[in-house]
Nanobody, 124 residues
Framework: QVQLAESGGGLVQAGDSLTLTCAAS????????MGWFRQAPGEERTFVAG????????RYADSVADRFAISRDNANKTVFLRMNILKPEDTAVYSC?????????????????WGQGTQVTVSS
């Protein structure tokens, strides 16, 4: 098993940047493909970004592809989500997730472990 804990959320203004961190513990972190998802009030949880076990392959939702960047540090069991040029529509609870499946996965059911989430609020 792996345990995940997100941090770095907060209240920012439109146009600002923010970096979310997901710290993992448990089984070797390098065995897991990682993803970031978000859920706004009244909406379903949606895929934001994902990164493969070795960090070489990444995927993004179209809405964030030119503004967000996912990265990972396997030695320190951490995955990051750098968010630039934030917009009010980016407001949501952001959660990281882990799966032992190889590659990058965009569907939430593909992931086995989830963090509790961190709130990101972008004011206009």
């Amino acid at each position: 098993q792996v345990q995940l804990a997100e941090s770095g959320g907060g209240l920012v203004q439109a146009g600002d940047s923010l970096t979310l961190t997901c710290a993992a513990s448990g089984r070797p972190f390098k065995d897991y493909s990682m993803g970031w998802f978000r859920q706004a009030p009244g909406e379903e949880r949606t895929f934001v970004a994902g990164i493969s076990q070795n960090g070489i392959t990444t995927r993004y939702a179209d809405s964030v592809a030119d503004r967000f960047a996912i990265s990972r540090d396997n030695a320190n069991k951490t995955v990051f989500l750098r968010m630039n040029i934030l917009k009010p529509e980016d407001t949501a609870v952001y959660s990281c997730a882990a799966t032992s499946r190889l590659g990058v996965w965009t569907s939430a059911p593909s992931y086995d472990y989830w963090g509790q989430g961190t709130q990101v609020t972008v004011s206009s």
